[in-house]
Nanobody, 117 residues
Framework: QVQLQESGPGLVKPSQTLSLTCTVSGGSITTNYYYWSWIRQVPGKGLEWMGA???????YDSPSLKSRTSISRDTAKNQFTLQLSSVTPEDTAVYYC?????????WGKGTLVTVSS
């Protein structure tokens, strides 16, 4: 079973870049037809899909966040990362990394990132 674990700073200052890493175990991020996503939930709001990287390395962007989001991967470490630039307090959220393989979906536990000076 695939397991995902988010890691990164819990506090980021406004205008800085938020960087998170998802470490994957129980499977390879290059396994065919796996898609690896970042999703966030702002307090009091619904889930927001931020973007994804496929097993092939192809990238999928959220139109609303495309200009500020960068997703990449390190296949040697079996990790994928999220960078969100020019953060504001409105980017305070719980950030999740997830995987999807056909009908199977796995989520990390999530990590709270607060944007505050």
């Amino acid at each position: 079973q695939v397991q995902l674990q988010e890691s990164g700073p819990g506090l980021v200052k406004p205008s800085q870049t938020l960087s998170l890493t998802c470490t994957v175990s129980g499977g390879s991020i290059t396994t065919n037809y796996y898609y690896w996503s970042w999703i966030r939930q702002v307090p009091g709001k619904g889930l927001e899909w931020m973007g994804a990287i496929a097993y092939s390395g192809s990238l999928y962007d959220s139109p609303s966040l495309k200009s500020r989001t960068s997703i990449s991967r390190d296949t040697a470490k079996n990790q994928f990362t999220l960078q969100l630039s020019s953060v504001t307090p409105e980017d305070t959220a719980v950030y999740y990394c997830t995987s999807r393989h056909y009908a199977m979906e796995y989520w990390g536990k999530g990590t709270l990132v607060t944007v505050s000076s």
